[in-house]
Nanobody, 122 residues
């Protein structure tokens, strides 16, 4: 699995924005995703971009507020998070869904790295 460095988390007020980054030597032909785990809850997928980079899918809880993207060389994965809510508070991880077309990404995936903490205050 790729070695990654996740960054961009922090403390923000509700309504604010953060941009998470996940940097690697290269993600090759992986589909990529962002996953989060709130205290006391299971880790789950919230955004996925397919292996070609031309299809993105989002969990209902973040749709319209979060945007997943990669750079052209596919060395970095991003998550732009706008209109943040207290319920977005979690540790965020980058990783790969089981399926390259993002099917069932919310439940079937592998995560890399230590994650980055996002805390949203009301």
């Amino acid at each position: 699995q790729p070695q990654v460095a996740e960054s961009g988390g922090g403390l923000v007020q509700a309504g604010g924005s953060l941009r998470l980054s996940c940097t690697s030597s290269g993600f090759d032909e992986y589909a990529l995703g962002w996953f989060r785990q709130a205290p006391g809850k299971e880790r789950q997928g919230i955004a996925c971009i397919n292996w070609r980079g031309d299809i993105t899918v989002y969990a209902d809880s973040v749709k319209g507020r979060f945007t997943i993207s990669t750079d052209n060389a596919k060395h970095s994965l991003y998550l732009q998070m706008d209109s943040l809510k207290p319920e977005d508070t979690a540790t965020y991880y980058c990783g790969a869904p089981l399926h390259r077309n993002c099917r069932e990404y919310e439940a079937y995936f592998s995560t890399w790295g230590q994650g980055t903490q996002v805390t949203v205050t009301s």
